[in-house]
Structures are given as C-alpha cells and as structure tokens.
T-cell receptor, first 112, second 116 residues
Framework: DAMVIQNPRYQVTQFGKPVTLSCSQT?????MYWYQQKSSQAPKLLFHYYDKDFNNEADTPDNFQSRRPNTSFCFLDIRSPGLGDAAMYLCATSIAGGRSQYFGPGTRLLVL | DQQVKQNSPSLSVQEGRISILNCDYT??????FLWYKKYPAEGPTFLISISSIKDKNEDGRFTVFLNKSAKHLSLHIVPSQPGDSAVYFCAASARGYGGATNKLIFGTGTLLAVQP
C-alpha cells in the first residue's frame, strides 16, 4: 500500500541535543510538508518542499531545518531542542496543485 | 489570527444518533474544505472534502455541508458509531495560497466521543 512513513514514532532527546526526524513516502508525491502539533492546537505548518524547492514559513524558528535528499525522503532537524519543542511532528505529502494532503502517523518528541 | 475555527473542543453523542461538528472560517478566498479524523498516536486521515462550488457532499455516513454566505461548514455523521470516536479537524485552502502547493489551514479540532 502506498503510504507515508515516519520514524521513529516516539523520540526522546535532551535539552539542546540535536535530533532528526525522518519521513518517507511511497506515493511519489512531489510536495512534502512538516507540521508541528501541540496538544489541543491546530497542526502548524513549519515548511514544505516542492520537489527540491524549500519553502519556509515566516514564523518557523531557525532552530528547525529540513533536508530532502530525494523524492521519497524528507528529514526534520531540530538543532537545539528546547522544552517548548516537545510536540507531535507530522509529515504530509501531496501532488503539486492537489487539494488534499496525506499524513504519516507522526513522531511524538519529548525533550528532557 | 485564526482563520479556521472549531469552537467546540468536544462533543458527546449516543451511538446511533447524529453527530454534527461545526467549523467557521474567515478568509473568503478559501475555496476547498476538508475534514480529517485523528485517532490518538496516529496521524490525521482524510475523511471528506467539499469544493466551494458545492453546498453538500456525501460519502456513506458522512456528509459535509457548506454555507458560503455564513462562512460555515459542518460535518454530519449518521448514524454515529463508537469507532467514530476521534478528534476531527476542519481544514481549508485557497487555490494559489502557498504557490502551487495549496497550503492547508487547520482548525484546533473537536474531540467526538460516541457512547455505546
């Protein structure tokens, strides 16, 4: 089945210790998104890739970076996690111009 | 500035009854609306959508109604089942908002609990 996969499902890191979350997709979609969702809040778009073109949201902190080495994979790097970065991180994909997005199961990040 | 609002954080209904989840939006440029369902520890899954050229879209037990003049949409689930218990997110997009990628703007979600 075509799908969006996120690893790991749960990640524990220490305050200030860099962490990388990964996302892969078998849908062959050319757009990939990263969202941050905190409890009882709406998913918040951090950035997205349209093919290799990176698009950062204006209010995404510099602490958050992303890499997309190929169509299938996209990574979220948090350079120096703070306690406020503890959240669910969701990866999603879509075709260019598509109106729907397809989500992975998310990675729950805990910062100690 | 919250462009998509779900003012009811939670809703409880009896099995077999109708569940009605509401969503309001402020941006008149939105022309496509989606409902996602999310179970705990899982990502949102697409449920149903509606284009602004329609006022109703139906898929099995799920119907979405759109009232453009009121900038309001609702999701009806009939009959409700215990397996429908989840958080439901409303999302909206405007063609060209975000370039070719049609960014989605999400509401904060409504937790639906269907009691057996």
């Amino acid at each position: 089945d075509a799908m969006v996969i996120q690893n790991p499902r749960y990640q524990v890191t220490q305050f200030g210790k860099p962490v990388t979350l990964s996302c892969s997709q078998t849908l062959n979609h050319n757009v990939m998104y990263w969202y941050q969702q905190k409890s009882s809040q709406a998913p918040k778009l951090l950035f997205h890739y349209y093919d290799k073109d990176f698009n950062n949201e204006a209010d995404t902190p510099d602490n958050f970076q992303s890499r997309r080495p190929n169509t299938s994979f996209c990574f979220l790097d948090i350079r120096s996690p703070g306690l406020g970065d503890a959240a669910m991180y969701l990866c999603a994909t879509s075709i260019a111009g598509g109106r729907s997005q397809y989500f992975g199961p998310g990675t729950r990040l805990l910062v100690l | 500035d919250q462009q998509v609002k779900q003012n009811s954080p939670s809703l409880s209904v009896q099995e077999g009854r109708i569940s009605i989840l509401n969503c309001d939006y402020t941006n008149s440029m939105f022309d496509y609306f989606l409902w996602y369902k999310k179970y705990p520890a899982e990502g949102p899954t697409f449920l149903i959508s509606i284009s602004s050229i329609k006022d109703k879209n139906e898929d099995g037990r799920f119907t979405v109604f759109l009232n453009k003049s009121a900038k309001h949409l609702s999701l009806h689930i009939v009959p409700s089942q215990p397996g429908d218990s989840a958080v439901y997110f409303c999302a909206a997009s405007a063609r060209g908002y975000g370039g070719a990628t049609n960014k989605l703007i999400f509401g904060t979600g409504t937790l639906l609990a269907v009691q057996p």
